[in-house]
Structures are given as structure tokens and as C-alpha cells.
């Protein structure tokens, strides 16, 4: 009998194990193998959506868009398809961006105008032509436009938040602290209407944007800038308008433009979908191998501890994550240079400090390996302060940066808890014991310290920033105050060395780590991919996290979910009284 069980349970695993092998033989050769690439292929390459810097870190993320490629992702999708023979061109499909930032457009855009310098031709397709799809569209050799569809060029406008007459309704005192006219991130609780600094600064930025957006249509569509302003005034644009102004070459759906490709070439080009060639390796053509190169991948609200997500402001940054990649990349002694990819607008000033240390030590240690910073969308504040460390700075024209500044504070509920009907008393021993105190406001020997605590953040600011650009403090002063600059005007005050993307970047760090000129390199990502089983299992460790980010994401549109965000504020993400490096929020169109 015991010989019969121990046959069956033995026959039962074999079965398992069997069973599993299939499994496993199916899903490679599903997923694994490495698709058929015809000759004279057109590369199909949508691109939208909440474009992400590295690949999801949370389970939620993953379900509902992991598949979406990153930045990265697209951008060496389009150097394979550089190289590769077999690719005859690229079908470029703008769907939409999520964000309402431009940093990373911009970066897909100098991508498609890298691919065209192989001399293969890229077609853009537009459904929906929003500013950001068309700006991307400018970098193909024709655009072609839905016939129902319109060309939304109209501008660019930015939208404030302000509080103050809300929480004087409900019985909410901001008692906000900050230093500088231009540290306008408390504004939205403290004002009910824009400081005249405030005012000013969103006036620099849209208009330098506006500049940016003009110039590269101009450019791609053969025009002088004046003609672009004009055309700009005179939007939105019906599909035919569009091509009577020059701003598009056809008018066609998609099956009637793919006809037009088709005859226009000698020799007929079949169609190649991106996520069937996203499985061709980059090594199979040449490309990522070779020495070494760090690529440090900062994204999201900087907080201290792990990090993790959260559910209106998305990925948080966590020090802890932080200092242990960059202690992971120090410790490689493949690594030849390190790039630190910062998209970020600050956050806590203890967390931005401490990863400003470790960046010091990688920087600093021996043998000495460049250290390069590549700016995406934001790397303001306390995004800033991590730039510092880096021996060159280069980000886009378009990234919000600098924010030099601090602010702190809390908001006193006591108001609302009276007006319920509820009374809040405290028992207390320490003369400042109560300072988080939820029920009032700072007191005088309360609100010394807090401003000493800020002046002296703010001292140390700009003395590190006057050491990393070369300025005394008193210049990296005049250029603070919690002022915020694109890339292009960061570039004219000093605070940026270089305008371009990651590919810059790691350009500039492999002439300083003296590499060979030919040949390429292997970029890896730190901090390392997370398996879906540790996202899963985190997710049932932040259960209620992970139900509320898929609640919002499912049943409220990207404005409702800004403007609640602006409600609850960023301040949900930070130790209670902690003092802030973070950018202001806006809405920028």
C-alpha cells in the first residue's frame, strides 16, 4: 500500500513537472522567441500615454500600463531600427500624452531626428493632434492628418490652484513658511489669487516654451517664426485648413495613407508591429555592449525610507532606494562612468541631502568615474540639489528646473474639528512640545524655529550650489529665491551645462571616462527591475494603497485626479513638519 501512495504521489509530480515544462515551452515560445523580421519592413511605433522613466515598481502601475514602453525603451527601439537593414522606415502614431510635462517629448522627438540621419524615411500618422502629438509628428518627413480630426496648435497656458478661500470656508490656517518670493509652492494654500512674483514666473516660463514650440515648427514646416505666431493665433485648425497652412502634407485615413507609402516605394514595405520588435535584442544588432555605463534612474517625489507609490502623485523616490543603487553602482568596478537620471520636483530636504552625500562619495572616490546628469521632464529643488554633485548637467530645453528653495510649515485643522462640533486639548511638557500641533498655529518661540530651520537649509542651498556651478552664494542667490527656469534658460544662467537627452548624456560621460570613440556601450539601470512577485507582494503588504490608486485610475479623468491632488496637497507624502525642497504644482497645457 505504502509502495502504491509513494507511486502515485511520484507519478503526480511527474505529471507537475511535465505540465510545467510545457508551460514554460509555450510561454517562450509565445513571448521569448525572437520575432521573424521581413526585409523591407515599416516599424509601427505608437507612442502615448503616461510615458514612465524606468519600468513600473508597483503592481497597480504594472496591470494597468506596464506594458506601456518607457522612454528608454522607445528611444533604443528607434536606434535598432537605425541600424537594422531589415527596417525600411517608421510609421510614427502619436496617441496622446498623459502628462503635462514636454521634457520627454522633446527626448522622443531628437530620437526620431537621429533614426531619419540613417537616410530611411518616418511617416507620422495623426488621429488626435494635440500640441504635443503634432510637436513630435514635426520630427517625420510627412504628416498626415485624420479628415475629422483637428490640429489643436493654440498656444501654451498654465493653470494655478488656489486654495486659500476654500480653506476659509471650512476652518483650514495655512500656517506656510518659505524663503523667497518665487518659492511659490505654498501659494496655493496661503493665496487666493497669484503674487505678482508668481504671476511673473509662469509668464517666463509659458513664454519660453511658446519660443521653443515655434521654433521647432518653423524649422520642420519651412517657415519663419513670425508665420508660425500668426498660425498659432489663428487655431485650432479643421483637418483641410491644416494642410492649406502648410502644417500637414495630407489629409487621409490611416488605410488610405498606408496605400500612398505603399505606392510611393519601388519595393512594397510590409508592416512591423513595436511590440513584436521590442523582442529583438540590441545586442543582436551591436548596440548596448561593450564597457560599462551607470545609469541611475531618479523618478518621482523625493521622500526618506524606500519610497513606493502613491495614489495621486504617483512614484516616490525613496533615499534609502537611492543611496543603496548608487552604492550598488560604486561598487562595480565595470562601471566606467555613472549617469544619474533625475525626473523629479524635490521633496523632502533631509531625504534630497542625503542623496546628495552618496552622489558626493561616488564622485569623489577612487579611481575617479565621471559623474553626468541627465534632466527629463523636472529636476527642481530638491531635484536640483541631487543635480548638483555632477561634473556636467544636461537637460532638455523644455525641463522645469532650479526651483532653488525652501518651504515648511502645516495646516491647522482645529478650525474644521470646531465647526463639527469637536474640541481638540493637548497635554504637554517642553516648551515647543507642541509644535505639529493640529489645533493652532506656530506660536513666536515656534515659528523661530522654523525659519531658522529654513534660513539655514536655504544657506547650505546655495552654498552647494555655488561650489557645484562656480558662482558665489550671493550669485546662485539672484538666480533662487525659488525661482524656476526651463532647460534653455537654466543653460543662459549657468545652472545647466548642456541642452539634450540621455543619449547626450552618455555621450558626455563616455569622452570624460576616456572610452573608445567607436564602438558602443552597455547602459545598466539601477536601482535593478523589480520581479512581479515582489510587486505583488508588496501590493498585498500596501493593500489599500494599491485599491485606491486602481479605484482613481479607473473612474476619475486626469484633471479630476489634479485637481484633487491639489486638494489634498503633497505635503500627505512627507514626515509631519519636515522641511521642503519641492517644486510649486501647476497645470501646464
Same mark, same amino acid.
Request: hydrophobic fraction near 40%; aromatic fraction near 4%.
Given at each position: 500500500m505504502a509502495k502504491r501512495g509513494l507511486a502515485i504521489v511520484f507519478t503526480l509530480l511527474g505529471v507537475a513537472i511535465v505540465l510545467s515544462a510545457g508551460a514554460f515551452i509555450a510561454l517562450y515560445l509565445v513571448f521569448g522567441r525572437t520575432p521573424s523580421v521581413p526585409a523591407n519592413s515599416m516599424l509601427v511605433l505608437e507612442v502615448g500615454g503616461d510615458l514612465s522613466e524606468n519600468a513600473p515598481t508597483d503592481v497597480v502601475t504594472y496591470l494597468r500600463g506596464g506594458r506601456t514602453p518607457t522612454v528608454r525603451a522607445v528611444v533604443e527601439m528607434l536606434h535598432k531600427?537605425?541600424?537594422?537593414?531589415?527596417?525600411?522606415?517608421?510609421?510614427?502614431?502619436?496617441?496622446?500624452?498623459?502628462s503635462p510635462y514636454w521634457g520627454k517629448v522633446?527626448?522622443?522627438?531628437?530620437?526620431?531626428?537621429d533614426f531619419r540621419q540613417s537616410g530611411k524615411p518616418v511617416y507620422a500618422y495623426l488621429e488626435y493632434a494635440d500640441d504635443r502629438n503634432y510637436y513630435l509628428a514635426t520630427a517625420a518627413d510627412r504628416i498626415f492628418l485624420m479628415p475629422s480630426a483637428t490640429l489643436d496648435l493654440s498656444g501654451v497656458a498654465t493653470y494655478a490652484v488656489f486654495l486659500r478661500g476654500t480653506f476659509d470656508k471650512v476652518g483650514i490656517v495655512p500656517d506656510m513658511h518659505h524663503i523667497g518670493d518665487y518659492k511659490t509652492a505654498v501659494n496655493a494654500y496661503t493665496e487666493k489669487t497669484y503674487t505678482p512674483a508668481h504671476k511673473k514666473m509662469d509668464e517666463w516660463l509659458n513664454r519660453d516654451l511658446f519660443e521653443q514650440i515655434v521654433r521647432v515648427v518653423a524649422e520642420a514646416r519651412k517657415k519663419t517664426d513670425p508665420e508660425v505666431r500668426t498660425l498659432v493665433d489663428d487655431g485650432p485648425f479643421l483637418a483641410a485648413d491644416a494642410m492649406t497652412a502648410g502644417l500637414v502634407?495630407? $489629409?487621409?485615413?490611416? =488605410?488610405?495613407a498606408m496605400e500612398k507609402l505603399r505606392q510611393s516605394h519601388e519595393t512594397p514595405m510590409g508592416t512591423l508591429d513595436a511590440s513584436d520588435y521590442s523582442r529583438v535584442s540590441a545586442a543582436s544588432l551591436g548596440l548596448n555592449t561593450g564597457p560599462r555605463i551607470a545609469v541611475i534612474y531618479a523618478s518621482g517625489a523625493i521622500v526618506g525610507g524606500k519610497g513606493g507609490f502613491d495614489p495621486l502623485n504617483g512614484e516616490m523616490v525613496g533615499s534609502d532606494t537611492l543611496v543603496e543603487a548608487i552604492r550598488d553602482a560604486r561598487k562595480d568596478q565595470r562601471v566606467r562612468a555613472i549617469v544619474l537620471r533625475i525626473d523629479s520636483p524635490g521633496g523632502s530636504a533631509t531625504a534630497s541631502d542625503a542623496i546628495w552625500r552618496e552622489l558626493m562619495l561616488a564622485r569623489d572616490e577612487k579611481p575617479n568615474r565621471?559623474?553626468? $546628469?541627465?534632466?527629463? =521632464?523636472?529636476?527642481?529643488?530638491?531635484g536640483y540639489y541631487i543635480a548638483m554633485p555632477a561634473q556636467v548637467i544636461v537637460a532638455q530645453p523644455s525641463t522645469l528646473t532650479g526651483s532653488i528653495g525652501i518651504y515648511g510649515g502645516k495646516l491647522v485643522m482645529g478650525g474644521v474639528y470646531q465647526k463639527l462640533g469637536a474640541n481638540i486639548e493637548s497635554t504637554s511638557i517642553g516648551r515647543n512640545a507642541e509644535m505639529a500641533s493640529p489645533a493652532r498655529p506656530f506660536n513666536a518661540s515656534e515659528l523661530q524655529k522654523v525659519e531658522s530651520q529654513l534660513r539655514a537649509f536655504y544657506t547650505d542651498f546655495i552654498r552647494k550650489a555655488g561650489e557645484s556651478?562656480?558662482?558665489t552664494p550671493a550669485a546662485i542667490d539672484q538666480l533662487g529665491q525659488g525661482r524656476v527656469w526651463t532647460g534653455r534658460q537654466a543653460?543662459?544662467?549657468?545652472l545647466v551645462d548642456e541642452l539634450g537627452g540621455l543619449d547626450r548624456a552618455v555621450a558626455i560621460a563616455r569622452a570624460r571616462a576616456k572610452l573608445p570613440a567607436t564602438g558602443d556601450v552597455e547602459l545598466v539601470a539601477y536601482p535593478r527591475a523589480r520581479s512581479f512577485f515582489e510587486m505583488v507582494s508588496d501590493g498585498f503588504s500596501g493593500g489599500s494603497e494599491a485599491a485606491v490608486s486602481s479605484w482613481l485610475s479607473a473612474n476619475?479623468?486626469?484633471?479630476?485626479?489634479?485637481?484633487?491632488r491639489a486638494l489634498r496637497g503633497p505635503t500627505s507624502m512627507f514626515r509631519r513638519g519636515e522641511a521642503l525642497a519641492l517644486m510649486p504644482f501647476t497645470y501646464v497645457r
Open positions: 531600427a537605425k541600424r537594422d537593414e531589415r527596417i525600411a522606415g517608421v510609421l510614427l502614431k502619436p496617441t496622446g500624452f498623459t522633446q527626448e522622443l522627438r531628437d530620437a526620431v531626428a502634407d495630407e $489629409v487621409a485615413y490611416e =488605410d488610405q565621471p559623474l553626468i $546628469v541627465s534632466m527629463s =521632464d523636472l529636476a527642481a529643488s530638491g556651478r562656480g558662482m543653460k543662459a544662467n549657468g476619475l479623468s486626469a484633471d479630476e485626479r489634479n485637481a484633487l
